[in-house]
């Protein structure tokens, strides 16, 4: 097969992928999300080894 056949099919492939995920994802509330600075910070886990007692 040719690379530009390739390449081009590659690239609708993907550009159709991410317009499917887009029409089919819930809209992302950008209020809602807690800065990027702010991971990690803020209350214990209620799950798993990091709410075990000391």
């Given at each position: 097969m040719n690379t530009t056949v390739l390449r081009s099919t590659f690239w609708v492939l993907l550009v159709a992928?991410?317009?499917w995920d887009y029409v089919h994802s819930q809209p992302?509330?950008?209020r809602y999300e807690a800065p990027?600075?702010?991971?990690?910070s803020g209350q214990h886990a209620s799950g798993g080894h990091c709410?075990?007692?000391d």
């Open positions: 992928f991410i317009a992302v509330d950008l990027l600075i702010a991971a990690g709410s075990m007692p």
